[in-house]
């Protein structure tokens, strides 16, 4: 009886997540940290190739302006860039590079940041254009930079959702931290889905996440999602070496295993009761700080 509830509960959530899933358009969700070198990029990557292979068009915007990542990571040269977007007439869909397992990525690179210089009918055009990518996705990952700079903040600030990174490091816990107080203090609902990368073990993993979730809702009162680890893994970094995604070189390890609960989590109705489906046009708009 509670067994055949609770596949009635599962059901009307599955069938309320696809609701949701096509209503106002994609899923826009940052990947930030307080610290670098936590694995944002490498997250991002595997959790979009994951959800690609669950039947999800995902679209990934790499927004770290110092270095791109996700090209050098996937092995992959893209032809064009978000520059190239916003110097010629180049459609948003032209600078869409071929991904593996169905994704694409937007090398965003420096690009992103010159939006603020424009002159606002260039803009206009702009941002209308953007507006197609919600028609080539249900999920957008935004893999930015990290630290507490105003443009990281912006990002988070602007996305309808934020999975924030951290290490078991003390000093990228506490840098985590300060990144999520910093957020909430521009942003009225803050919905943050944490994951400690290159943990050591499933207790330290557990454990780092209890007590930060506990710390955000006691002292900032932020209730933090807890949507995962993933495991401190070799072969990460061997798969970062043969610039492929960890989750198609290994798809066995711990580290692939890891990715694949966090994906499922991610589109899990229970842990996201009131997933925002606001579409990138809402989330360039935020950006540039028009809404
Ligand atoms: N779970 C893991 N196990 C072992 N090594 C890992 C793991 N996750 C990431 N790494 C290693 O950490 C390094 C940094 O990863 P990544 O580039 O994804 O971090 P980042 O947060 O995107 O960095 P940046 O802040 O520079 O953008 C990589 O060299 C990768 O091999
Ligand atoms: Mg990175």
Redesign the pocket.
């Known amino acids: 009886m509670k067994d055949q509830a609770e596949r009635l509960r599962q059901m009307v959530m599955t069938l309320r997540e696809k609701r949701d899933k096509n209503r106002g358009g994609p899923r826009v969700i940052a990947v930030t940290?307080g610290k670098?070198?936590?694995?944002?990029?490498?997250?991002s990557v595997n959790l979009a190739i994951s959800l690609s292979k669950q039947g999800y068009k995902v679209i990934i915007i790499d927004a770290?302006f110092g270095?791109a990542?996700v090209d050098v990571l996937l092995g992959i040269i893209p032809k064009y860039t978000f520059k190239d977007f916003i110097k010629s007439q180049m459609s948003i869909t032209d600078i869409l590079t071929e991904g593996p397992c169905g994704i694409r990525f937007i090398s965003g690179g420096s690009g992103m940041y010159d939006l603020v210089n424009l002159s606002s009918t260039h803009l206009e055009r702009i941002v209308e254009d953007i507006c197609k990518l919600d028609g080539w996705a249900d999920i957008i990952i935004i893999?930015t930079?990290?630290g507490i700079s105003n443009n990281v903040i912006k990002f988070a600030v602007a996305a309808s959702e934020t999975i924030l990174?951290t290490t078991p490091e003390p000093t990228s816990i506490t840098d985590a931290y300060a990144l999520m107080k910093a957020i909430s203090t521009l942003k009225q609902e803050v919905r943050i889905n944490l994951i400690v990368?290159?943990a050591e073990n499933i207790k330290e993993a557990v454990e780092i996440i209890d007590r930060f979730a506990d710390a955000a809702n006691k002292f900032l009162g932020i209730t933090v999602t807890k949507l995962g680890y993933?495991?401190?893994?070799?072969a990460?970094?061997k798969a970062?070496k043969r610039q492929q995604a960890f989750c198609i070189a290994s798809p066995n390890s711990y580290?692939s295993k890891c990715i694949q609960t966090i994906a499922g989590n991610l589109i899990d109705g229970r842990y996201n009761p009131n997933i925002r489906v606001s579409g990138i046009g809402t989330f360039i708009k935020r950006l540039l700080g028009r809404r």
Do not use: C, P
């Open positions: 940290s670098g070198g936590v694995g944002k990029t490498n997250i770290d270095l990542n893999d930079a990290a990174v990368n290159k993933v495991l401190f893994d070799g990460v970094t970062v580290a």
